[in-house]
């Protein structure tokens, strides 16, 4: 744990309403649990006591003392998946995973929890696995459900692969293709286009299949930094209107095809945010 | 995003959006809310992406990504306009080809809905009878703005209230609108919306001012919250904007939990984008009116959704509520007035404003305006989120909307109001839906949970499953609510586990008064809702957990034990010799199997498997074990004598038991194991009862009967055939003489009647004497054209029968409802469709037709035939049935039977012309003369019976088996006679009668296969060989065959081993024996 981090976390949200709930969150969400030390800084940064800041970071389910496992598997118990057998789904991950709800497997690898609704009741019992929600699970299930877990299918943008496909873009601008047929990525031809960020300049190269958005960056950039995207034919900059809905950073847009259809990707340095907008109705 | 400064510059941008709309091009509609992309909504939007660029369509077809449509069952669905064609449960291919037909201007007909009710496909949404009846003002806009994109949501007219309310330049206006418009709090409690404003407005020299959105949507089973802030959160800021301007709130925050990514994604989203339009922030519209909207993230604490305990969580700390007052409209969050108002609550603000208040009171009824959404979840067929006027009763939601029950299963109860709230009983279904109503059944409208519960629902489980959230859930700050809910859900827990005693009723009751009268919160004095509510209407069920410890709905484990064994009426255990044949031991399969059934070999053939429907594998999600098809596979192969029972010492005593059938002869068989002297006697000449006199030997070969009869016997039992009670002798003679007790259990042999005149003519037949006539003494009735008028299994047997008799040339059978609802076994009614029978449903018949000279001039003349059907000739006993008029139903509510009753459809009364009609509409004992012997009978001719000991209101007089049920299964039968035969032993033993009940576990350690052998339980279902139907044409070869070894074993490893939860660990610590250490039955 990095204390400045956590300092950082903390100033960030200082004076806004609801600070040492989002204070909490963010660090929770950082390193999945809330430690020690993290809590002494917090109490300390706000002037709260210790004794408070603990009350809180117990009173909430959200929260967890405790290291968390590298995957999250919760098990929703609202009233609409327990009368469809939630209870016993619960209880086959259990079994299987060898840990009482709230615990984490001795392999670190998943950490279970029941939750009181998810939201999904019409399709319950609703189980979510590292943000993919399986509908109607039974018990039979469960088994695939703990594989697919820890192979980390649930991570990969949510969608499986093979309904990627390749786009053929070009600059808004100048009407250019950013296609370089020559060095291909994942088998198709990559995107390249110029890109600068904070005083550094270079070129970066995009996968150009849809639904894939692998970035590679020649230049440094740190972390989380949002970058300036331009057309290496005409050096117009593509940052467009839309803001990217996972992390509100700016967009880039670049062209899909001669009928004014668009694709925004985000700007951050590792957000996969992106937005196709086929009918090019947003502006 | 260029920032707008006037209202004027606002307006024109409105006007141009919707001049650009261009209405005519048609418009792909994804429902991609949490639920849709659950579904594969997103796998759906990639297909349709690739297919609108690949083929050049993007001028062509629009695309738009929506929040949820509501329709959540049928999710992922698509929606086509202009056209509003709906395409439920779309997979990426069939996006194709919608996209394909839409680009043709056609409509992909193959992949429509098709209404279950009907089997018509149905083109229009709305049209659909899950849309038809609603009233969508907050649903119906989420299809129609992508909720990422502003422009969709002014487009449709989205802040144009705001901008309303912004230019006449007088809050006042606003307040009095929402005051008239009668709005209450969508949040549950049902406050008055304007009052709370009104209070709030007059709230100055304060500086700050709050108004919260409450978006804790914490009550388990609710999500209707969850979709509007997901699919149209700018209505949600808007609402709050005009709040904040009729009000003169400085500043807004969206308290929401952190359980709804996507809608907190979309609303940051959408707060950008508002505040980059300028309709949002500093000088909005540049009216000189300012405010902004932060959110705040829950962190999962129910509790937080109480007022104070919310604003103690966005102040930091533990979500505690606190004592009120002061209110929070005068002392809130950081001491200064805050205003709290639900989700839904907001999202009505700006169609109040835009339609009027009259247009808005208009809707509902006098005290609750307006609609209300609620999430329509658990077991009902259309699950989603339905939004209807106040007022509209349960059952039009129910049934109409929701379609009813989602399996056969019968629908008994609504909970609303989550933990808060109560469980609704169906016979109080046709209460509106309003405020008041709900709460004077003891209930709440809550935030909108409405989950519907069926008889596979536990009602002492749901109010274990509340307390238990609420125990977990309470905040701890009162101690009768931190010790009082954990009190009344240890209780509960001990009820669900077999240690509940009737005293725990009025304590459950005592204690949640208390929990409810001594509590600060609304959380505490709630929490005992669901309790008090599901004692009230479904004691019995708490009774029947605490006296005979069972769980009629197999939901309490320790109750249940494993399901097959606890379905099974005679207590089998099906999962030990399911295990047994896993194992290749045979005969000890068949020891299991035959030391709780005397009658294997006819139960392997005709038993209507409770065990199968309750088989886990089948309740989740699988193909249930086929453990019928293993008992025939084990009765073929093993010999009977292989069970040996064990002989007592002979007693003194004698038993008459009066009837040979399974219940009669299993009561002789295990009486005279316990020592007794039994004589049977039997009016027939044989034994077997309906086993030999109705059940057709194609489904029970007469042998197999005769083989297994004759293994129960001994010499201990006497029997007597031809020996009828009431005319040879009386209960009374055989109490006087040398019995000591009776058994009563001649059946139900007489047939119910259609009650209409000519039914005694020539060529009617009752069904039991056709199928008497033919299985006692080979006459064949019918012929020609044989109608069966029924839905039983003895209508489905008597046309089965019928058609393998040699003058027969068709048979029809008629049956007032549907299909579905026959009660015959679904696998019969297969058979009986293979081998050529044809069902007519929906049909009743209404007159019978007799033949006489007149008729046969009249059947040529036509019209004229009604009315020759004199009285007189009626009575003509030399008449023979020609024809039946029918008349055709259409079905109509639910009846007590939980179907839905049929109703005939005047004008459309039909003739068929018949040689034959068997009359097979139910049988009921003869029974008249009991009477006179002093038996209690029932209206139907039933004997009354206490129902755990089977003794008749005759001292030394017990009954069982159809004689006490009506007609029922053979397997029913077979316990009857094993319980009577308990019964009469205590009775001569001077025992008390009844004996405490305890659950049924299983209580032997049967070793699980091999791992690796297990994966076979993905496996499907063992299909039972059967004779093909030309095979089966006119003769009377049993139809099903028995499974090969292979099919049979590889059958035995899909068992999911219910037992194991009860034996593994005991096993170990030697609480429980193991196969191989005298587990050897006899």
């Not at chain 1, 929600?133 to 039974?138: G, I, L």
């Not at chain 1, 949510?158 to 990525?185: A, I, M």
């Not at chain 2, 006449?168 to 009095?176: A, G, S, T, Y």
């Not at chain 2, 159809?962 to 299964?969: A, E, K, R, Y």
Request: hydrophobic share 35%; aromatic share 6%; with cysteine.
């Amino acid at each position: 744990m990095n204390s400045e981090e956590i300092e950082k976390i903390v100033e960030h949200h200082t004076g806004r309403q609801g600070s040492i709930m989002t204070i909490l969150e963010d660090i929770q969400s950082k390193f999945h649990y809330l430690p020690e030390e993290a809590l002494r800084i917090v109490a300390h940064r706000t002037g709260r006591s210790l004794v408070d800041i603990y009350g809180v970071a117990t009173f909430y389910k959200a929260f967890s003392l405790k290291p968390r496992g590298k995957h999250l598997i919760s098990c929703c118990l609202g009233t609409a998946c327990h009368v469809r057998g939630g209870q016993a789904i619960a209880e086959e991950f259990q079994r299987q995973l060898h840990v009482a709800a709230g615990e984490t497997t001795a392999d670190n690898e998943i950490t279970f929890e029941t939750v009181n609704c998810l939201g999904a009741c019409a399709l319950g019992p609703i189980v979510v696995s590292d943000g993919h929600y399986s509908a109607n699970v039974n018990a039979r299930k469960v088994g695939q459900i703990i594989r697919h877990t820890k192979a980390g299918v649930y991570r990969t943008s949510g969608d499986s692969t093979h309904d990627t496909f390749p786009l053929e873009v070009s600059c808004p601008h100048c009407r250019r293709s950013l296609l370089d047929n020559e060095n291909r990525l994942g088998g198709y031809p990559s995107v390249r286009i110029r890109v600068s960020a904070e005083d550094r300049s270079g070129w970066a190269r995009f996968s150009s299949l849809y639904g894939n958005f692998v970035k590679r960056y020649e230049i440094d950039v740190p972390e989380n930094a949002m970058v300036a995207l331009f057309c290496p034919h005409c050096s117009s900059n593509l940052q467009g209107d839309g803001r990217c809905v996972q992390c509100n950073a700016p967009m880039a847009d670049v062209r899909v095809n001669e009928k004014g259809s668009v694709l925004s990707i985000c700007t951050r340095k590792e957000c996969s945010g992106h937005m196709l907008d086929l009918n090019g109705t947003t502006k | 995003m260029k920032k707008l400064t006037s209202i004027d510059e606002f307006t024109a941008m409105h006007t141009q959006l919707v001049a650009d709309a261009r209405g005519d091009i048609p418009t792909i509609v994804i429902s991609a809310g949490t639920c849709g992309r659950a579904s594969g909504a997103n796998a759906l939007i990639r297909a349709a992406e690739k297919e609108l660029l690949q083929k050049n369509l993007t001028d062509r077809i629009r695309l738009r990504i929506t929040g949820c449509h509501g329709f959540c069952a049928m999710e992922p669905s698509v929606l086509v306009e202009p056209g509003r064609t709906f395409y439920p449960r779309i997979s990426p291919d069939d996006m194709v080809t919608i996209i394909d037909a839409t680009a043709r201007g056609t409509i992909a007909a193959e992949l429509l809905y098709v209404d279950p009710e009907t089997g018509k496909t149905i083109e229009q949404q709305d049209e659909l009878p899950f849309f038809k009846k609603q009233l969508r003002t907050i649903m119906g806009r989420n299809e129609k703005v992508d909720p990422i994109r502003i422009h969709d949501y002014i487009g449709n007219g989205g802040y144009l209230p705001l901008a309303k309310a912004l230019s006449r330049r007088d809050p006042k206006f606003v307040l009095e609108e929402i005051i008239a418009s009668g709005l209450r709090g969508r949040g549950g409690a049902g406050f008055p919306t304007g009052q709370k404003w009104t209070l709030f407005a007059a709230q100055r020299n304060s500086g700050a001012k709050y108004i919260i959105c409450n978006a804790d949507e914490g009550d388990p089973g609710a999500y209707m919250d969850r979709s509007v802030l997901e699919g149209n959160p700018h209505s949600i800021l808007e609402g709050m904007l005009i709040g904040a301007y009729a009000t003169g709130a400085s500043e807004g925050i969206i308290y929401i939990r952190t359980e709804y990514p996507l809608a907190i994604q979309h609303l940051n989203t959408a707060l950008s984008q508002a505040r980059e339009l300028g309709v949002l922030g500093e000088n909005i519209l540049g009216t000189g009116f300012s405010f902004d909207i932060g959110i705040v993230k829950g962190a999962g604490a129910f509790v937080c959704g109480e007022e104070t305990a919310l604003i103690a969580s966005i102040e930091g700390r533990m979500g505690e509520p606190r004592q009120r007052p002061p209110f929070p409209i005068a002392k809130g969050l950081n001491g200064k007035p805050t205003m709290i108002n639900n989700v839904e609550t907001w999202a009505n603000i700006p169609i109040i404003i835009d339609a009027g208040a009259r247009a808005f009171a208009a809707i509902g009824t006098e005290k609750s305006s307006g609609t209300k959404i609620f999430s329509l979840v658990g077991k009902i067929r259309n699950t989603g989120l339905v939004e209807i006027p106040m007022g509209m009763t349960i059952n039009e939601v129910v049934r109409n909307i929701g379609g009813g029950s989602a399996r056969k299963g019968k629908i008994k109860a609504i909970q609303t109001g989550g933990p808060s709230g109560g469980c609704i009983p169906s016979s109080l279904f046709d209460l509106p839906i309003d405020y008041d109503s709900l709460a004077k059944v003891g209930s709440i409208m809550g935030s909108g949970g409405m989950i519907v519960m069926d008889d596979s629902t536990c009602m002492v489980d749901v109010a274990k499953y509340f307390m238990n959230f609420l125990q977990d859930e309470s905040c701890g700050k009162c101690f009768t609510c931190r010790k009082g809910t954990q009190r009344l859900h240890e209780i509960l827990e001990d009820i669900t586990c077999g240690k509940g005693l009737p005293e725990h009723l009025t304590l459950l009751e005592e204690l949640a008064q208390t929990v409810k009268d001594t509590t600060m919160c609304g959380l505490g004095q709630t929490a005992a809702n669901p309790v008090l509510s599901t004692l009230k209407y479904f004691r019995e069920e708490y009774e029947r957990h605490i006296d005979d410890k069972r769980c009629d709905a197999f939901v309490c484990k320790q109750l249940t034990g494993a399901p097959c064994q606890a379905a099974c009426p005679v207590d089998t255990e099906a999962w030990r010799y399911v295990a047994m044949i896993e194992k290749g031991d045979y005969e000890e399969a068949y020891r299991v199997i035959r030391s709780a059934n005397p009658f294997p070999a006819v139960s392997a053939r005709v038993c209507d498997r409770k065990c199968e429907s309750r088989c886990s594998l089948g309740t989740s999600g699988g193909e249930a074990v086929a453990i019928r098809a293993l008992k025939r596979f084990v009765t073929d192969r093993v010999k009977p004598s292989t069970y040996k029972p064990v002989l007592a010492k002979k007693k003194r005593q004698r038993v008459a038991v009066v009837g040979a059938g399974p219940a009669g002869i299993t009561a002789a068989h295990c009486l005279s194991l316990r020592g007794y002297g039994v004589t049977v006697f039997e009016a027939e000449d044989r034994p077997g009862g309906m086993l030999t006199c109705s059940l057709p030997a194609y489904r029970l070969p007469r042998d197999v009967v005769e083989k297994e009869i004759k293994t129960l016997l001994n010499r201990r039992i006497k029997m007597e055939f031809g020996r009828v009670l009431g005319k040879d002798m009386t209960v009374q003679d055989l109490l006087a003489g040398r019995y000591d007790a009776v058994f009563l259990a001649f059946g139900a042999h007489e047939s119910m009647r259609l009650d209409l005149r000519h039914e005694d003519v020539r060529g009617v037949f009752p069904s039991i004497e056709f199928l008497k006539a033919f299985n006692m003494r080979g006459e064949e009735l019918a012929r020609g054209h044989v109608g069966v008028i029924g839905g039983g299994n003895s209508a489905v047997d008597a046309a089965r029968v019928a058609l393998r008799q040699k003058d027969v040339t068709s048979v029809s059978l008629f049956y007032r409802r549907t299909r579905e609802e026959m009660p015959a076994y679904e696998e019969e009614i297969d058979a009986a469709l293979e081998e050529g029978v044809r069902i007519e449903t929906l049909i009743s018949p209404v007159k019978i037709r007799v033949r006489q000279e007149e008729i046969e001039a009249a059947v040529r003349e036509g019209v004229e035939l009604e009315t020759l059907v004199s009285p007189v000739k009626i009575h003509s006993r030399k008449g023979r049935l020609v024809d039946i008029e029918c008349i055709r139903n259409r079905l109509g509510d639910v009846d007590a039977t939980g179907r839905r009753k049929p109703l005939p459809i005047p004008g459309s009364e039909f003739r068929v012309r018949l040689d034959t009609l068997i009359v097979a509409v139910g049988e009921k004992p003869k029974s008249e003369f009991l009477a006179s012997m002093g038996l209690d009978i029932d209206k139907s001719g039933r004997i009354r019976v206490n129902a755990k000991t089977l003794e008749t209101s005759l001292r030394g007089v017990f009954a069982g088996g159809d004689l006490v049920t009506g007609p029922n299964t053979v397997i029913d039968a077979v316990a009857a006679g094993k319980k009577a035969a308990e019964s009469i032993d205590r009775y001569l033993q001077k025992k008390p009668l009844a004996k405490p009940a305890t659950p049924k576990l299983p209580s032997v350690y049967v070793e699980p296969a091999q791992a690796g052998e297990s994966e076979d339980k993905a496996g499907a279902r063992a299909a039972t060989p059967s004779l093909a139907p030309a095979e089966r044409m006119k003769n009377y070869r049993e139809v099903e065959m028995a499974l090969p070894e292979t099919a049979a074993r590889t059958e035995s490893r899909r068992c999911l081993r219910c037992d194991l939860a009860f034996t593994e660990k005991k096993s170990a610590d030697g609480s429980v024996r193991s196969v191989g250490e005298g587990a050897r039955h006899g």
